[in-house]
């Protein structure tokens, strides 16, 4: 799910509906604690993935905004494919995700200026080109301290090939026009059965 940002400020009309899509999504969990359990990130979570859906089902936005659980979430889909009510999980951890991201939420600054610039560099390029995506971000980051957290890692990578060093050895393959396409489906009401509505 890419996120969508916010023009202008968010309302509390805004929170309460984007929050209520998730609430939705999570209104039948019976606190088992599958999740939990089956989460391989729950370890580092500051909340776990049950207290987080119960705080979504009260409604309590500022307390679940204020959280790094969803942003930890890797995507593997373990929980969703072991929740006993079949609950769209993983799902809703992106549902969340967008909100923060939408909603600038300070916190999440990092991770959402990763997330942008990694799909703008893979728009531009139709692949990741290492060196391009981390000076995007760099830049974005506004901190000249931000590349030496990741100097270590990345003399490792680079010792091992894992990384383009921007000469070229594969040619770009834009994907402008297919974002947009997909931007102009998303856009596009449909019918319940999939077929679109013109105008």
């Not at 940002?5 to 998730?22: E, G």
């Not at 391989?40 to 993935?49: H, I, K, V, W, Y």
């Amino acid at each position: 799910m890419q996120p969508h940002p916010l023009t202008r400020s968010p309302t509390p009309d805004d929170d309460s509906a984007a929050l209520d899509h998730v609430r939705n999504m999570v209104s039948a969990c019976i606190q088992c604690g599958t999740c939990t359990c089956s989460c391989p990130n729950a370890l580092e979570m500051d909340l776990t993935p049950r207290k987080m859906w119960r705080l979504v089902i009260l409604g309590r936005l500022a307390d679940v905004m204020a959280s790094r659980t969803f942003i930890l979430c890797s995507d593997c889909y373990t929980c969703t494919l072991r929740c006993p009510r079949g609950l769209p999980l993983t799902e809703a951890m992106e549902a969340l995700k967008g909100i923060a991201f939408a909603r600038r939420e300070a916190r999440h600054r990092s991770s959402r200026l990763f997330y942008e610039k990694f799909i703008q560099t893979v728009q531009q390029y139709g692949r990741i080109r290492e060196m391009a995506f981390m000076t995007r971000y760099f830049m974005a980051m506004k901190s000249p301290m931000a590349p030496f957290r990741f100097a270590t890692l990345g003399l490792k990578l680079m010792g091992k090939g894992k990384v383009e060093m921007g000469l070229g050895r594969f040619a770009a393959t834009p994907l402008g026009a297919l974002f947009e396409k997909v931007a102009d489906l998303e856009r596009t009401p449909t019918e319940p059965h999939g077929k679109e509505v013109r105008g």
